[in-house]
């Protein structure tokens, strides 16, 4: 509490130390520029960084990319990089748990895990890809991310500990909440 106040404090300090300024207008921008005129920022993306940050990965595993992991090593980039804020073995902390809520789907407080609720083990892989660890996302290689969602899958008791995940094996593993989603795609245009 002592930090919180002592960074208002220097916050206000340092608002009282500015020079009053003159209230920003903002350029004189003249009559309408039309549709296809923008305010000229930044630069256009070439198709190669639009690739780069590309990582869709669908339900039925396109676009999961090379590399393997086993849950053995994916227990030890799990201690490194997910215990400070999910617990020991995905029990919760800091965030959410991982692991358990199995059958409390449908009782009047669901636990939603990867086990109990996530539909498809490829969106697992892609949401700790894009998003974990927390502080550092995207910084996981493919094969800690592979071993770390394979650790969680058998944490949950969805596949055994030296299960290879890769490409092939994650999109065929069978989450047990699976059922319980439905998507609409062309050849299901209505749920």
Request: proline fraction near 8%; glycine fraction near 12%.
């Amino acid at each position: 509490m002592l930090k919180y106040l002592c960074l208002i404090g220097m916050l206000g300090l340092a608002l009282q130390l500015l020079p009053v300024t003159q209230a920003y207008e903002g350029p004189d921008l003249g009559p309408d520029l039309g549709p296809d005129l923008g305010p000229d920022l930044g630069i256009e993306a070439t198709p190669e960084q639009i690739a780069a940050w590309d990582i869709s990965i669908a339900p039925d595993g396109e676009g999961l990319p090379s590399g393997s992991g086993t849950a053995i090593t994916g227990a030890a980039v799990y201690a490194i990089r997910c215990l400070a804020c999910h617990g020991h073995e995905g029990a919760g902390s800091l965030n959410n748990r991982l692991v358990g809520g199995h059958g409390s789907m449908s009782g009047s407080t669901p636990i939603r895990t990867v086990g109990s609720y996530w539909p498809y083990a490829t969106t697992v892989f892609d949401y700790i890809r894009r998003a974990m660890p927390y502080n550092l996302s995207g910084t996981l290689t493919n094969e800690e991310t592979y071993a770390v969602t394979a650790y969680l899958l058998f944490l949950n008791g969805i596949i055994d500990e030296d299960e290879i995940m890769d490409a092939q094996t994650l999109a065929q593993v069978q989450m047990p909440n699976r059922d319980n989603f439905v998507l609409a795609y062309p050849d299901n245009p209505d749920p």
